[in-house]
């Protein structure tokens, strides 16, 4: 396959004139369950409209102010002349434009025609999917080796042993869970923590933690407590469509598996109040789950703690090590609840 952005692109995006109701605009991308919605003049491109300028919109007004705004017309909130790039562009040009001017979409043109829209998430996951490929490409190198010479003695196998290794820590995934992994998270918050000081955004932490976990290992074998992670990683990542769209995890949002049986999401462009509250939704859900595990059904819970960026932290660690401290608190305090930094 080459490079051409045209192979990542999504075709027929959604689409609306630029005098149609903002309302009518929120309900589609709801619908569609999308980031971004197109906004077209006399069959030409004027606008975009994001979750970002949504959240911004929500955020700046009043809530008798939002609601008389989503009877009005989308050119008046999207954003005009959006960035654009050209379907005969290669993946790194269009990569690093979206990267310059900071969008999370960006409309595809065919000289000026229309044809699709590409998201940095797409993005990202193609770069996931090459690193995945080397990596099984190492991995089945060292399976065929292994047939012909024994393992034990041999410098040359151990060495590519320890290049398989390296692929493995350059994976973007947790192999467990399908969630991202911890070097993934980090590289990423570090990214949007800068993001967020440079542009005066809000940003805000959630880690969570499955309450008494280790009896479930203890009980029923750590080859069930490893079936409970992915089912609560599903729980934490597909269970929440049905949340509004302020406080439901957005594709935006970063769910990762942080270690043992802990996670952390990033939500960009959050306050503590919204993280909040996309919180104690998901913790109802975990609460309300069944595990079945070897014929009998238990119920488990996870504590949560929500931190926002402060304007006085100087880097990224102060809001893990926030996040973190509530989420402790919130074990010290009873368990299955949520805690917001700072606890008093």
Same mark, same amino acid.
């Given at each position: ?26 309900? $589609? ?10 906004? $077209? ?33 989308? @050119? ?16 790194? $040009? ?35 999917? @090459? ?20 393992? +034990? ?13 390296? !692929? ?8 467990? +869970? ?5 070097? !993934? ?11 967020? @000081? ?13 309450? !008494?976990? @280790? ?125 917001? !930094?700072?606890?008093?």
């Amino acid at each position: 396959m080459d490079n051409k952005i045209e192979n990542w692109i999504t075709p027929n995006p959604a689409v609306v004139d630029a005098e149609d109701l903002l309302v009518n605009a929120i309900h $589609t991308m709801a619908e569609k369950q999308i980031g971004a919605i197109l906004v $077209t003049q006399n069959d030409e491109l004027s606008g975009i409209f994001t979750e970002r300028d949504l959240l911004r919109l929500f955020s700046d007004n009043t809530e008798k102010a939002f609601k008389e705004h989503l009877m009005g017309p989308i @050119k008046t909130f999207m954003t005009a002349s959006p960035i654009c790039a050209q379907s005969k562009d290669d993946y790194n $040009t269009v990569y690093m434009k979206m990267k310059t001017h900071d969008v999370r979409h960006i409309p595809i043109l065919e000289d000026k025609e229309l044809v699709g829209i590409v998201s940095m998430r797409d993005l990202i996951h193609h770069y996931q999917n @090459k690193l995945e490929t080397a990596f099984n490409e190492a991995r089945q190198e060292i399976e065929d080796l292994k047939k012909l010479v024994s393992v +034990t003695g041999s410098e040359k196998i151990e060495t590519l042993i320890k290049e398989v290794q390296k !692929y493995r820590e350059l994976s973007l995934t947790d192999h467990l +869970t399908g969630l991202f992994n911890k070097r !993934y998270f980090q590289a990423r918050l570090v990214e949007e923590v800068t993001r967020a @000081k440079r542009s005066s955004y809000e940003i805000s932490l959630i880690f969570c933690d499955i309450d !008494y976990f @280790k009896r479930v290992n203890d009980r029923f074998g750590h080859h069930m407590g490893d079936e409970v992670l992915r089912q609560m990683a599903q729980i934490l990542r597909g269970g929440v469509d049905e949340l509004n769209i302020v406080s439901r995890l957005r594709k935006s949002d970063i769910i990762a598996r942080y270690g043992g049986e802990e996670f952390v999401i990033i939500l960009p462009e959050t306050g503590k109040q919204g993280a909040a509250i996309a919180a104690e939704r998901l913790r109802q859900q975990v609460e309300n789950n069944t595990f079945r595990l070897n014929g009998e059904d238990i119920h488990l819970t996870m504590s949560f703690g929500v931190a926002e960026l402060s304007p006085e932290d100087e880097d990224y660690t102060e809001i893990i090590k926030n996040a973190d401290y509530a989420m402790y608190k919130a074990k010290n305090s009873g368990r299955n609840r949520v805690v917001v !930094y700072p606890s008093d």
